[in-house]
């Protein structure tokens, strides 16, 4: 099993900038897929970025491509999300989750571990 724990999360003022940080315990695979959901309060949980552990691929959400980049060192287990020029609609619990499998995907049901959130609010 795959454990994960969110932490970068806070107040922020649009425009501004927040990293979020993705630290797994457990046992961890190179191969496993590792993906950023978001969601925000009435709403579905929606993808934000994937990347694969192996590196080389990452894949973003329509309203996050330009001002949020992924990544990650597997050195050390941790995922990141730096989100720049955050908006007001940024505003969500943001969750870190992995998936047995090398291949990012957008659903919600095929990631297999999820980490518990880091609540990102953006004041205009």
């Known amino acids: 099993q795959v454990q994960l724990v969110e932490s970068g999360g806070g107040l922020v003022q649009a425009g501004g900038s927040l990293r979020l940080s993705c630290a797994a315990s457990?046992?961890?695979?190179?191969?496993?897929?590792m993906g950023w959901f978001r969601q925000a309060p009435g709403k579905e949980r929606e993808f934000v970025a994937g990347?694969?552990?192996?590196?080389?691929?990452?894949w973003y959400g329509v309203s996050v491509k330009g001002r949020f980049t992924i990544s990650r060192d597997n050195a050390k287990n941790t995922v990141y999300l730096q989100m720049n020029s955050l908006k007001p609609e940024d505003t969500a619990v943001y969750y870190c989750?992995?998936?047995?499998?090398?291949?990012?995907?957008?659903?919600?049901?095929?990631?297999?571990?999820w980490g518990q959130g880091t609540q990102v609010t953006v004041s205009s």
């Open positions: 989750a992995a998936r047995r499998g090398p291949e990012v995907t957008y659903a919600v049901n095929e990631y297999d571990y």
């Open positions: 457990g046992r961890t695979f190179s191969s496993y897929a």
């Open positions: 990347i694969r552990w192996s590196g080389g691929s990452t």
